[in-house]
């Protein structure tokens, strides 16, 4: 039998090249082997209360960017959070076998917590309980995130076996599925590449816009003038032509070095790998676009199959846990 993958996102609007190197690219080709569900996490993204009016709208271009990618509604689960109601039942149930200690212990909440020190939420301290309830909802096995997520994943398998020991064995333990990706920087060089650094790309962006964001990037700090030799090492336009012209790579290191070519044709050339790369992904965004209602049409599909699965999973918790 085929695993089954649960992944969550928050809804970020429009995708960059950092998700899509980062998970999305991930995503998709899990879908061969897997049976996948993938979910815009809108609760998740309320433990800040920013862009709550963007909310609907970040849902929907976040969701034209999977499908454009090559998620498929025929073979996936693609759904919002927040339309498969279940989810915040089985929130609050495991929130009776997690001890606090647990979560407040977790690094991610710390950090929160010094971060918005004027708003430490209960919702906040129950993150990775709801991430717990995402994932366990629909009995999934394999969990694809980043590095930063590990702690969570812990978290959820050691509520899964606390889970277990009372009420006897119910779900699989979920393991996390690293992707081989590294981080990818910003065009800053500097920062991880985020819509809140303003130092990335969009999936969705405009062969020019790409252009003039790719010229304006960091390079080799090291080297001032057009004469110095460059370090291709500690460049991260140097590592985005490893995605984008990775039959280049050699070439373009041995030249860099040299002082053979400037950084300035260096980035016209990764502007020309990543416009060709993201050319059929533009038309593709475009058709699905250009359909009315046909989003919202495979989130209504996709949350009706996740209901299934979800009511299922919530009475035999129910039953285990005497409710019913
Ligand atoms: N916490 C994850 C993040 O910030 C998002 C998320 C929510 C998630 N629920 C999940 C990821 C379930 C994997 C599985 O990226």
């Known amino acids: 039998m085929k695993g089954r993958v649960f992944s969550g996102a928050r809804p970020t609007g429009r995708q960059h090249i950092g998700n899509y190197l980062g998970a999305i690219q991930n995503y998709v080709s899990l879908q061969d082997d897997y049976e996948c569900i993938y979910c815009a996490v809108d609760i998740h993204a309320l433990t800040s209360l920013e862009d709550t009016d963007k909310l609907q709208e970040n849902i929907g271009e976040m969701m034209l960017d999977w499908l454009a990618a090559g998620l498929d509604p025929e073979r996936s689960i693609l759904f919002v959070q927040s339309h498969v109601p279940q989810v915040m039942e089985l929130h609050t149930l495991l929130s009776m076998v997690t001890p606090l200690s647990w979560l407040t212990r977790v690094a991610t909440f710390k950090e929160k917590a010094r971060m918005q020190p004027d708003n430490i939420n209960y ?155 993201l050319q059929p992904f533009r038309e593709r965004r475009a058709i699905v676009a250009a359909r009315p209602g046909y989003v919202e049409e495979v989130l209504a599909d996709g949350a009706r199959r996740a209901c299934v699965i979800a009511t299922e999973t919530l009475r035999e918790v129910k039953g285990k846990m005497g409710l019913i």
Not at 124 to 150: C, N, R, S, W
Not at 179 to 190: A, E, F
Not at 194 to 200: D, E, I, L, Q
Not at 226 to 250: A, I, K, M, T
């Open 123 to 277: 919702g906040l301290v129950g993150y990775p309980v709801l991430m717990t309830a995402d994932i366990i909802l629909y009995k999934a096995d394999t969990v694809p995130v980043g590095e930063d997520q590990l702690p969570h994943l812990e978290l959820a398998r050691e509520i899964v076996r606390r889970f277990h020991n009372l009420f006897g064995p119910t779900f699989p333990e979920p393991q996390a599925k690293l992707t081989s990706t590294p981080l990818i920087l910003g065009l800053d060089g500097v920062n991880k590449m985020s819509k809140s650094y303003n130092n990335h790309i969009e999936l969705a962006a405009s062969p020019e816009e790409t252009r003039e964001r790719v010229m304006a990037a960091f390079t080799d700090p090291a080297r001032r003038y057009r004469s110095d030799p460059g370090h291709p090492e500690g460049c991260n336009v140097y590592r985005l032509h490893g995605f984008y012209n990775p039959e280049r790579l050699e070439e373009l290191a041995t030249e860099c070095r040299a002082a053979g070519i400037g950084c300035v044709d260096c980035k016209e050339l990764l502007a020309r790998g990543i416009n060709q790369a």
